[in-house]
């Protein structure tokens, strides 16, 4: 079923996008050479529960963790890891969803360890322009194709990259995935028709190499590109409102102005 939000749902959606917000901007200083993956959870469960939140991954279809912390070729969900020492090179991923009073928000959010290379910023810079090209197209009257399509014909057609297909964006609120789906890839002027007060998703994970993926990792849930090449991802949640897209989960409000 899809729900469309009240002002006062909206409100506080938005108050739990900043907690989520916060916590990506202390990644910051946290994601460095030398610390393990878990660090990296244990940071962001703090901050979330310090912030009068609640870590909603935990739990979830049997999920332990509070957040998703994805390495380089690894995709989407996998552990954070004691023994997986981050070093100069790494491109990490990190996804968590925040309750805060029913209220749910939901990001994903790329960091480069150390030293970066061109290929690691073409791709992040890649990726983070497709979030907001979506985002473009999430207007009263356009349909769901349209934000596939706006992101599929960037990072496909004009950058040669792969534009994931198995995992896609989503509705969110009052639970954590609720309909319409929002995939990343699809044909302009096809699907549901965007409706003002709907709160979705759009977090395009996007390959140097294919869009190929697989998820038969011995832990259930780690899902890897298909040919080993690099993959990053960046979420925000939108709501759609008669003045444009909305973010609800920005971390930066000069840069994210026109959203807010």
Known sequence: ?????????????????????????????????????????TFSRKYIESHGGVAEQIGFEGYKYATCVSINDEICHAFPRKGLILKDNDLVKVDTVVSLHGAMSDSCW???????????????????????????????????????????????????YGDVREYVGHGIGPTMHESPSVPHYGQAGKGLRLKEGMTITIEPMINIGGWESESDDPNGWTTRTADGSLSCQYEHVIVITKDGPKILTSQDPEFDAKYL
């Open 1 to 41: 079923m899809i729900t469309l939000k009240s002002e006062r749902e909206i409100e506080e959606m938005r108050a739990s996008g900043a907690i989520i917000a916060g916590m990506h901007k202390g990644l910051r200083d946290i994601i460095k050479p030398g610390i393990s993956s878990w660090e990296i959870e």
């Open 110 to 160: 790329s960091y480069v360890v150390g030293e970066s290379t061109p290929e690691i910023d073409k791709l992040m810079a890649v990726t983070h322009k497709a979030l907001y090209l979506g985002i473009d197209q999430a207007v009263i009257g356009n349909r769901i194709g349209d934000i596939g399509h706006a992101i599929q014909t960037y990072t496909e057609d004009q950058m040669g």
